[in-house]
């Protein structure tokens, strides 16, 4: 991996607080082994995962937004589209 060119990709990261559509329990996207793994060392939801992988990014001084949404489920509402929009706009040559 190129970190180097990595940390200069904006990253716009979001979820609601209520958000459980959850990738990691469907095997078309990760092995048994995997959600295990992830499970045991970063939490068994989403929003469990979150303070943690907020971690990582920042520990390795990636360009990140993050934006925990509450009482959001799965989806997008005004804030998040607005919080989205000016993401970009603020990115944008």
Known sequence: MDIKNLRKVPLFISLGDRDDNDSVIFRDSYEKEDEDLIFAL???????RWDNSKKLYQDNKLNAEFRLYPNVKHGITEEMFADIFAFLKKYAG
């Open 42 to 48: 970063f939490g068994k939801t989403p929003v469990e």
